[in-house]
């Protein structure tokens, strides 16, 4: 996976904008995964999941795209509103080993 | 539902004294709950993994001794930092997870500011 670093990576969108934020992750045995958002100051927030029998899945503005072949995880938001701005964070687990890994996380910055 | 409450949500001490956070799950019976702790600019990294009425497992590099986590029952554990030093500044958080049938989720506090002067 990827190491823990001083500096997120960041991501500048144009509200009103389609942002789409990746992740790498490490352990090919995983079959649960999650993105998380937090904001400044709180914990995380659950966005939305995907298991790995499904490439895709969609919720409310957002959608998860799982690549298990490269061990690589994207989601998309849609439509990009100042409220979006925040850290996210992708997290993989076995399901039903409730042990989560977080994944690097990327600052999402929504300009006005 | 599947609110989880953390307090304080700020604390400053001094170096060498104790603190104690509280995890509260409000309107669910959780039966593991997890600390993490997350450092300016970084990941949340777990620190332990607590059943109610059961020792606490520990990640590796955690000193069980010093950060002392307790679930006494299914709504609460504590963490106490215990001897806090300045390097123990963090942003620490809590999670809770209940069963569900087949949905699995942690559902996380808002987490606690430690700063040790």
């Known amino acids: 996976g990827e190491s823990v670093g001083l500096h997120l990576p960041t991501l500048s969108v144009q509200e009103g904008d389609n942002s789409i934020i990746n992740c790498a992750y490490s352990?090919?045995?995983?079959?649960?995964f999650i993105w998380y958002k937090q904001e400044s100051g709180k914990g995380p927030q659950f966005i939305i999941d995907i298991r790995s029998n499904m490439d895709k899945r969609q919720g409310q503005r957002v959608t998860v795209l799982l690549n298990k072949t490269v061990k690589h995880l994207s989601l998309q938001i849609a439509a990009t509103q100042p409220g979006d701005s925040a850290v996210y964070f992708c997290a993989e687990t076995i399901f039903g080993n409730e042990k989560l890994t977080f994944g690097t996380g990327t600052r999402l910055t929504i300009i006005p | 539902g599947a609110v989880v409450s953390q307090h304080p949500s700020w604390v400053i001490c001094k170096s060498g004294t104790s603190v104690k956070i509280e995890c509260r799950s409000l309107d669910f019976q959780a039966t593991t709950m997890f600390w993490y702790r997350q450092f300016p600019k970084q990941s949340l990294m777990l620190m332990a993994t607590?059943?109610?009425?059961?020792?606490?497992?520990?990640e590796q590099g955690v000193e069980k001794d010093k950060f002392l986590i307790n679930h006494a029952s299914l709504t609460l554990s504590t963490l106490t930092v215990t001897s806090a030093h300045p390097e123990d500044s963090s942003f620490y958080i809590c999670?809770?997870?209940?069963?569900?049938?087949?949905?699995?989720?942690?559902?996380f506090g808002p987490g606690t500011r430690l700063t040790v002067t």
């Open positions: 352990n090919s045995a995983s079959d649960y």
């Open positions: 607590s059943n109610e009425g059961s020792k606490a497992t520990y």
């Open positions: 999670s809770a997870s209940g069963a569900a049938g087949e949905t699995y989720e942690q559902y």
